[in-house]
């Protein structure tokens, strides 16, 4: 009976009127429908008005970025093309630059060798004093024993190093004649061996071999043709022949050096 009751009231209370005489059912539907209808207006706000507001958004700013993007790439064009009109002649100022280092190089090397050769080979070593007839022999190293003694490697080096001509090569080009010149070095080392030994045996060679010995020249006959005994004057002849042919060891040896110091000429360079 309570159930009952209670839906009595409530559909009593469905069927009343406003002061208009409008149901109230009515009233509570219309309310429903406008409670709807803004559910409705947010839900197409949010999915419509929204996404299609985002997206011009979305468009203006690709439209800006595009814009800048043509900006951009025209001014990179306009770099390519001062990049390529100054191409040619930054290769014709790197070619100029390249061939005068390479002279600079060629005089630098050229003037190194000539008195590397000399001062390597004996040449700047100054010349005996010629002994006067009958004067007592000067002890000390000859000249060209002070030729056979020169330490061919530590002379090279230490003229790479003290060298002015050779301070505007670059670090490549100087690390590539130290390892010629050490080069060098290491080949005629055992010459200067064998140049020694030749020409500290000669004496005793030719006193073995009188044939060994050649013809001295004009200016020591003339010497030998000043008044002396037979035997001085042999003697002497023998000792200058000896001499001679000393020399000539040594001279060849020293040849063999400015020979090869001459090579660097034709060095190959990186």
Known sequence: MTTHN?????????LKTNASGVPVWLLWLSNLSQFGLLVTAIVVYVFTV?????????????????????????????KENKLAELTPKLKTLEKALEDGYR?????????????????????????????RFGEKERGGPSHDEQILNIDLATCLQRE???SGALKRLRKEDL??????????????????KIATR????????????????????????SLL???????????????AAVKQSQSAIVHAYADRIRSEIRSLNSLHWK
Do not use: W
């Open 6 to 14: 209670h839906l009595k009231k409530a559909l009593h209370s469905l």
């Open 50 to 78: 929204i996404p299609v507001y985002k997206l011009g958004l979305l468009e203006e700013e690709i439209a800006q970025k595009t814009k800048e993007l043509k900006i951009k790439t025209m001014e990179l064009h306009d």
């Open 103 to 131: 002279q600079i190089r060629s005089d630098s090397v050229g003037s190194f060798i000539n008195y590397t050769g000399a001062a390597c080979s004996g040449i700047l070593i100054p010349p005996e004093r010629p002994s």
């Open 160 to 162: 790479l190093g003290s």
């Open 175 to 192: 690390e590539l004649l130290s390892s010629e010149l050490r080069r060098i070095a290491s080949k005629l080392e055992p010459e200067r």
């Open 198 to 221: 030749e020409y500290r045996d000669f004496p005793a060679k030719a006193a073995k071999d009188p044939s060994l010995l050649k013809s001295v020249g004009d200016f020591t006959e």
């Open 225 to 239: 043709s000043l008044p002396m005994s037979p035997q001085t004057r042999e003697a002497l002849r023998i000792k």
